[in-house]
């Protein structure tokens, strides 16, 4: 049973296209997280959010705490946009993670 | 740079053997999440230290273990090592600990990785 569901797996977009990736969970958080991992391994915290919207440069997540999803968009992508985009969340005691969407931006 | 470091980058070691990772935390964070990145279970949450204290375990086998010491850098004790060990292990930082048994929910500040091999 996955706690954290993403869609979709794989991403493949044109330079300047608006791109959406979402997330699905089951169980109750205090906080829901967005993570981007490059290709060399590193992984840097975009968001943290536990209600409604936040925006930072061409980044814009959302979340739906009734739906229990979010929505991580990137508006006029880039190339160096490309790489994992993991969903997580907080629970009490524990954290769980979705298994990433793949995303290559292609010039 | 996120501030965070980790030693060493990388570990080749054999089953049965012993290591230790090690992670030093942001100035002024107090508390450090280590987890695991595997191939086929991806992200794994394993261990969350606050000031020293532990505070939440995730699927931190029995094999494993961690502390925190008073200069807030901690280790990741890895014994007993199998392949299904090899993975990348990741620390954390972030300023606060949330209450007690309780996670904090502020943001994270990744370490490079360590990559672990085992064969």
């Known amino acids: 049973k996955n706690e954290v569901e993403q869609s979709p797996q794989n991403l493949t977009a044109q330079e300047g296209e608006f791109i959406t990736i979402n997330c699905s969970y089951s169980?109750?958080?205090?906080?829901l997280h967005w993570l981007q991992q490059h290709p060399g391994g590193g992984i840097v915290s975009l968001f943290m959010?536990?209600?409604g919207k936040k925006k930072h440069g061409r980044l814009i997540a959302t979340i739906n705490i009734q739906e229990k999803h979010s929505s991580l968009h990137i508006t006029a992508s880039h190339p160096r946009d490309s790489a994992v985009y993991i969903c997580?969340?907080?629970?009490?005691?524990?954290?769980?993670f979705g298994t990433g969407t793949s995303l290559t931006v292609i010039p | 740079d996120s501030g965070v470091t980790q030693t060493p980058k990388h570990l080749i070691t054999a089953t049965g053997q012993r290591v230790t990772l090690r992670c030093s935390p942001r100035?002024?964070?107090?508390?450090v999440y280590w987890y695991q990145q595997s191939l086929d279970q991806g992200l794994q949450f394993l261990i969350h230290?606050?000031?020293?204290?532990?505070?939440a375990k995730g699927n931190i086998l029995e094999r494993f273990s961690a502390q925190q010491f008073p200069d807030l850098h901690s280790e990741l004790n890895l014994s007993s090592l199998e392949l299904g060990d090899s993975a990348l292990y990741f620390c954390?930082?972030?300023?606060?600990?949330?209450?007690?048994?309780?996670?904090?929910?502020?943001?994270?500040?990744f370490g490079p990785g360590t990559r672990l091999t085992v064969l």
């Open positions: 954390a930082s972030s300023p606060m600990g949330g209450t007690s048994g309780r996670l904090s929910t502020d943001t994270q500040y």
């Open positions: 169980v109750g958080i205090s906080a």
């Open positions: 959010l536990s209600s």
């Open positions: 997580a969340v907080s629970t009490g005691n524990q954290f769980y």
């Open positions: 100035s002024g964070d107090l508390s």
């Open positions: 230290y606050y000031n020293g204290e532990e505070r």
